[in-house]
């Protein structure tokens, strides 16, 4: 990000804005940084780039072009002194910018916008509740706003943050943490617990890597059976075998069904997007949306936005924000379905609805659709067969009573 001052001389001086093009544009830009020239706002355009820099570094500028082959054109002038020209043959406008100017003066003393970065527990409404309790939000003046005051204030009153920094540029708070690091629940991996089935079917694989397994391929389960025990039987041959009980953990592929029900109407309005975009900019102030210059649509019209970016000068940020948008028309019409056409929509609708949530390895099998045909619609009921994980983990009931009878203990003790 460049620097504030010198853009801000130059702009003082007056600046002007240039494009060079030709086939020698990397010598050009290596010259122009070996003799330390001053340019910023560079882009690549069709065939060269454009810049603005210094009326001093046009001279030299001009000079590297000639060495190299390149052409310099001058795009336009600009700068306080163009602007001052300008403002001669229009006093209303020479009166608007010194109003301008001190109201963006005034406005940038403020804090317009605060933002939170690095949380991921704590939310964002907390962060900034617990800010304006302590003197920074929007709409607050900068001088009143202690950022080392704000930062240990956040530290001691939040448990969960380890580092906090407040800084503030133009007007602009940004709020950047780093929360605690939560310690692993012990009873996640010691605890004894049973795999159970999550839901009905027929086992097709169960792999074993802790516990006893008590059901094999080939075997029908039902919701809550227990697929792998944390039983464990332990002992030398010969002697009496004792139970152990362990964290059973393992995988069980098996085969379910389900049920997904999708519809689809004969009839429906689709929109056929033609002719002109426009585009349109709204500049933004808090939550104050000024759109001076809405595009005229003749027809109905979908809005998107493209970007939505601060307005600043470098480092420099100010309390408005430009958001750019394109309208695109659109005309509409019915679009009618025959009733095979709409069973092959509905198909690949129930196939995708299958698969939603199925993690690497599961699949659809197989799918058996019954359709309903209505004057308006088809419906279509689908019996979807899945190959899926079904194990999920249950803590042992005598082993979660006595764990919460040690946490209850452990809370007295503290």
Known sequence: MRNLLPVLWYYLRGYVMIRITGFSMERFMNLAAYRRILFWDAKGVSGGMEMKTSLAGLKELEECAQKTGCYLEILALGGLPEKMRHAKTHPIFAVGILFFAAALYVLSSFVWVVHVEGNERLTEEEILTACEAYGLKPGKWKKQVDADAVTKALLADISDLSWVSVSIKGAEATVKVAETIVAPTPMEEETPCDIIAEKDGVVEKITAAKGTPLVQAGDVVQAGDVLISAEVLVGLEGEPMETEYVAASGSVQATTWAEVTEEQML???????????????????????????????????????????????????????????????????????????????????????????????????????????????????CKVTLSEEIGKKQVRKEFDAEDESNRENHSVGE
Request: charge should be negative; include cysteine.
């Open 267 to 381: 009839t429906e309005t689709e929109k056929i997007f033609g002719g002109k975009e426009k585009e349109n900019h709204v500049l933004l102030f808090g939550d104050l949306e000024l759109d001076f210059i809405k595009p005229h649509m003749e027809s109905d019209f979908d809005k998107e936005v493209l970007e939505e970016k601060n307005i600043g000068l470098g480092d420099w940020t100010l309390p408005f924000s430009l958001r750019t948008e394109v309208y695109r028309p659109y005309e509409t019409a019915e679009k009618i379905y025959t009733v095979e056409e709409a069973k092959a929509l509905l198909e690949a609708k129930c196939k995708e609805k299958a698969a939603e949530g199925l993690a690497e390895g599961e699949s659809v099998e197989q799918t058996e659709i019954r359709y309903e045909t209505y004057t308006d619609r088809v419906r279509a009921v």
